[in-house]
């Protein structure tokens, strides 16, 4: 019984990160544009809205 909890708290430590972190399409695709038109509509496709700057470029969605 001890080692089959230890096996799981393993299991759970181990894996954790992918579900917490998740995995999505998004992050396959580009994610600087070049113009905030450019970023606006990605945000729109990705289920956000906006786009804010990050140096001279623009990321989709209204947060950092």
Same mark, same amino acid.
């Given at each position: 019984?001890?080692?089959?909890? @230890?096996?799981?708290? &393993?299991?759970?430590? &181990? &894996?954790?990160?992918?579900?917490? *972190? ?8 580009? =994610? *600087? ?12 496709? @990705?289920?956000? =809205? ?15």
């Amino acid at each position: 019984m001890k080692n089959f909890i @230890s096996f799981i708290a &393993f299991v759970l430590l &181990f &894996f954790a990160p992918n579900f917490v *972190l998740g995995c999505s399409e998004h992050h396959a695709k580009k =994610e *600087l544009y070049d113009t905030k038109e450019q970023a606006e509509k990605e945000a729109i496709k @990705s289920g956000c =809205e906006g786009a804010h700057k990050m140096g001279n470029q623009w990321i989709p969605c209204n947060r950092n």
